[in-house]
């Protein structure tokens, strides 16, 4: 009887754990699904805040077509528009050409989003004059909005074309509106925050699409980003923040220096690419307490800076897991 009951534990105690790994729990969650509610919980803040707050992801295009169970249809109301780095250029590498395949492939579910009414933006990455021109045509030719940019750490204002495509002076005042953008991540070129401001504000595109912060410690005020919010010619334009939710970036204010020796649970291996860039376990509440919901998180000071938006970067996270714990991805 001893024995039977002793058996019967071990096979409780197997059935509870799943295993002793990582690997076994985490084959249990929907990686896509999660980032869904991840955006969509995002979004719903945010506009409970501001109704006009502006919502864009970038990559991670598959999230637009059903999940197993949260309809794709909640996840796309969420969102106002969708961003692809490299539909046609630096999908693989800089200044090189996309695969017609990985083309197809990403134009397959961008068609779907653009479907839904949702603005779409791409940014290819090349410097060439003729490839710029072919981007910025072909992208046009399927109705969405395009940035060619010259370098793949998004820090200067290309020097061609001199003037945004489509340059207009008309009042930006939604994304649907918008017929071209800049993006630009990081300050480096610029000597001082008034120097980039000046410059930045010395340009027409409709949608500026930056870093939410100066360096790690000085985020942008309100008064830098209605600033910007003029365009050259005298035309209104939106400003979106940018914002990782899918890597912790150990340069920005959240980051505590103890992480790198003793990291939380929710805080995987560092991005290979990307030096300093680390996965997160998104669905954990401790990161979306970073990302959202109380007044030192990093939604939260975006809205409070009067930004017209934000721009959701590493949505695509979900790759990273499956392809760590050998999720099937068509399950």
Known sequence: MRKLILFFLFLTLIS?????????????????EEMRTFVIEISNYAKNKNADFIVITQNGVELSEEGNELDANDYINAIDGVSQEGLFYGYDAFNKKTKQEDTDYLLYYLNIAKGYGKKILITDYCKDIDKINDSYNKNRSHGFISFQADSL??????????????VNSNDINSLSGAKNYLYLLNYHNFSSKDEMIDTLSNTDYDVLIIDAFWDT????TENDISMLKNKRNGGKRIV????????????RYYWKSEWKNNPPDWLEEENPEWEGNYAVKYWKMEWKKIIYGNKNSYLDRIISAGFDGVFLDKVDEFEYFEDKYGY????
């Not at 099937?328 to 399950?331: A, H, K, L, T």
């Open 217 to 220: 410690d000085e985020m942008l």
């Open 153 to 166: 750490e998004l820090d200067k204002i290309p020097d061609y074309p001199s003037q945004p495509w489509d």
């Open 240 to 251: 979106i923040a940018y914002m990782s939710i899918g890597e912790a970036e150990d340069y």
């Open 16 to 32: 509870c754990n799943g295993g002793d790994n990582e690997n076994s729990s985490n084959q249990k969650i929907d990686y896509r």
């Open 328 to 331: 099937e991805r068509d399950s």
